[in-house]
């Protein structure tokens, strides 16, 4: 089992996910918004690049057919229905309603990443039901931190290393090759690992705090949460929905 990683969106040339199974993680906040979503009960949903995209495309097909949500610089965009509080994501406004979703980073690791093999969603909520999902596959996996314009975010990378480590277990350490970035997520977390709730560590890092200076520090409470979900979701097709195990390995 090989395992690479990625610390931030544009670091990597695109052709390096082809043929693998790509985990986009975006803690704060963005992938544990989707999963928000999906568990309760949004069909479907679209990432987009850009607000103008999202409004575009919703027009195409019907702007009533759509909720549209995200963020620019942590705040809800003007015309939008929601932000990227996973919180606003209740079944009460979700169940049944696709989404369209644009955000800074998140949303766009998925498009930088299309051509993978497969690509799943990861966060601190579903960490356990990625890992296991992890350990069967024959591909490659490339760990997607979606970081903060162009720069690593801790809370991505000690996700990811969460991962890894759960993985370096099952697996048996020796038949796991870890490249550089991959060793760098896992000695992270190890750091990290039984130093209390996965809470504070959010706390303490760069976007955690500026989450926190907009009001915003029930988000962190929220995404720090480990396996609060046991959801496994893939972009298929442009759309990421909840996962059969059903085309995976
Ligand atoms: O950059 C992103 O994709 C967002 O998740 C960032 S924020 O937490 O909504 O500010």
Do not use: W
């Not at 069909?43 to 702007?63: H, M, N, S």
């Not at 697996?171 to 550089?180: A, F, M, N, P, Q």
């Amino acid at each position: 089992m090989r395992i690479d990683l990625a610390f931030a969106v544009g670091e990597r040339d695109p052709s390096e996910f082809d043929g693998k199974t790509v985990v986009v993680i975006d803690v704060l906040r963005a992938s544990s918004t989707i999963l928000t979503a999906l568990a309760n009960g949004c069909p479907e949903v679209i990432p987009v690049a850009e607000p103008g995209d999202a409004f575009a495309l919703a027009e195409k097909y019907g702007r009533d057919q759509f909720l549209i949500g995200g963020e620019r610089k942590g705040l809800k965009i003007p015309g939008f229905d929601l932000g990227n509080s996973p919180e606003e994501y209740s079944k009460e406004v979700v169940a049944g309603k696709k989404l369209i979703f644009t955000t800074t980073n998140g949303a766009k690791a998925f498009l930088e990443a299309a051509n993978a093999a497969e690509i799943l969603v990861g966060a601190f909520l579903n960490v356990s039901r990625v890992s296991s999902y992890l350990k069967k596959t024959d591909r490659e996996i490339f760990l997607f931190c979606a970081g903060k314009e162009g720069r690593m975010g801790l809370e991505d990378l000690l996700c990811a290393g969460m991962i890894i480590d759960n993985l370096a277990f099952a697996v048996k350490d020796e038949s796991v090759e870890l490249t550089d970035p991959a060793r760098t997520g896992m000695f992270a977390y190890r750091q990290i690992a039984g130093m209390g709730q996965m809470v504070v560590a959010l706390t303490q890092t760069d976007h955690g705090r500026y989450l926190s200076s907009l009001g915003l520090s029930g988000d962190l409470r929220y995404c720090g949460q480990v396996d609060l979900l046991s959801v496994l979701a893939r972009l298929e097709e442009g759309r990421i929905v909840m996962a059969t195990e059903v085309g995976g390995p």
